[in-house]
């Protein structure tokens, strides 16, 4: 599905990622883990043709950056994220906003086919927003958007699917349905490849099976979730001691700050 191997991203003197390999095959569902500053949206710029490498390579679904049409090949990865969210016409009508994913376009201009109509209407009932068809993007829910972006990306039938920080701005309730819709969209049959980034192990849902870890631009850890993830190499990611407690399959992290453990 992706490989990257030894990639090193250096700008202005600065080594923003150093040595770098990764390898995501079909079947998984990765979560990415750092602090900010780790490199995160430094590997995702790289791995979505955004960003140059200064070293190593990069193999998305057999082809490898450099020897094809990368604009062409980043199609086939969806992404959701808050710069996505951010670009939404406030009158655009979320079955319009579905259907912009097919053309890769902000503020859909271009003549809409009942095929492309009937395939959006079908995304969005599998997002369970079937209902927000002719709803305008200004009066969404944060998790209505959430899930409509997400109906957005398979318009355009991707092999991955990026997931950037999706819970910012939810609230609590907000937040545990939509990683419960997550957690329903990556055991279904037809589920692209997740990959989540997050800084909070709480939104890490059972149906994800790896992790990556990074730190200063470097892979700290990579493998198995219930084999990689633990209390010492969080510490070690974040800077801090932190405990690691599992509960009915979900995590939760507190952090020692002064003798006193705050959640």
């Known amino acids: 599905m992706l490989e990257i191997s030894n ?31 780790s490199g995160k949206t430094s590997l995702l710029s790289a791995l979505t043709g955004y960003l140059m490498p200064t070293n190593g390579g990069i193999t998305l679904l057999g082809r490898r950056y450099g020897e094809c049409d990368w604009c062409e090949l980043r199609k ?8 996505v969210r951010q670009m939404m016409h406030d009158q655009e009508p979320a079955l319009e906003t579905v259907i912009s994913g097919r053309h890769a376009m902000i503020d859909l201009w271009v003549r809409v086919t009942r095929p492309d109509r009937l395939r959006a209407k079908r ?25 409509v972006l997400i109906a957005r990306a398979l318009m355009a039938e991707p092999r991955l699917l990026i997931l950037d920080e999706p819970c910012a701005g939810l609230d609590p309730a907000a937040r545990e349905h939509f990683l419960q819709f997550i957690q329903r969209l990556g055991r279904s049959k037809r589920s692209p490849t997740l990959l989540l980034v997050t800084h909070h192990v709480e ?24 084999r990689t993830l633990s209390a010492e190499l969080l510490s070690d990611a974040f800077r801090t001691r932190v405990r690691l407690s599992v509960r009915a399959r979900r995590y939760e992290m507190t952090v020692a700050v002064n003798r006193k453990v705050v959640a």
Not at 76 to 83: A, D, K, L, P, Y
Not at 139 to 144: T, Y
Request: include cysteine; aromatic fraction near 6%.
């Open 123 to 147: 995304l969005l009932k599998r997002v369970e927003c079937g209902y927000l068809a002719d709803r305008a993007w200004g009066v969404l829910s944060q998790g209505e958007r959430q899930r």
């Open 76 to 83: 086939q990865v969806g992404i959701v994220s808050s710069s």
């Open 203 to 226: 939104e890490i849902m059972p149906v994800f099976s790896h992790v990556l870890a990074l730190k200063d631009g470097r892979v700290l850890a990579a493998g198995r979730i219930s």
């Open 7 to 37: 990639l090193s991203v250096r700008r202005d003197g600065t080594r923003i990622l150093r040595n770098v390999s990764w390898c995501v095959k079909p079947g998984e569902h990765w979560v990415m883990l750092g602090a900010n500053g």
